[in-house]
Nanobody, 131 residues
Framework: QVDLMESGGGSVQAGGSTSLSCTASGSGYIFSERYCLGWFRQTPGKEREAVATFFGRDSSPWYADSVKGRFTFSKENGRAIWHLEMNNLESEDTAMYYC?????????????????????WGQGTQVTVSS
């Protein structure tokens, strides 16, 4: 079983920066390379959307076009902690942010972008960007 916990976020001015962290605990796939970990965000009345994903097998990140060049997804060496550095924030980035993970099979070559594919979720952390 994998448990995820987000931290960070809060209120920030437009153009500013903040960072989110996702810490995994428990046991299983998340401590190997066979996982996908994603950051998703959701605002009231809208569907949860993928912001960035991290492919454990080669440590490669993917970014939604809306955040590309502004967000950076990384993992601490030797630790089950991932960070999402968020720069040049816009009001449109205001949302509840969730980290989620799932195991992946050997044939998978990229992380899933549909939130329904992920089975382990954190409780979420709010990011509010004010202009």
């Amino acid at each position: 079983q994998v448990d995820l916990m987000e931290s960070g976020g809060g209120s920030v001015q437009a153009g500013g920066s903040t960072s989110l962290s996702c810490t995994a605990s428990g046991s299983g796939y998340i401590f190997s390379e066979r996982y996908c970990l994603g950051w998703f965000r959701q605002t009231p009345g809208k569907e949860r959307e993928a912001v960035a994903t991290f492919f454990g097998r080669d440590s490669s990140p993917w970014y939604a076009d809306s955040v590309k060049g502004r967000f950076t997804f990384s993992k601490e060496n030797g630790r089950a902690i991932w960070h999402l550095e968020m720069n040049n924030l816009e009001s449109e980035d205001t949302a509840m942010y969730y980290c989620a993970s799932r195991p992946i099979g050997g044939a998978v070559r990229a992380c899933y972008l549909d939130w329904r594919e992920y089975g382990s979720w954190g409780q979420g952390t709010q990011v509010t960007v004010s202009s």
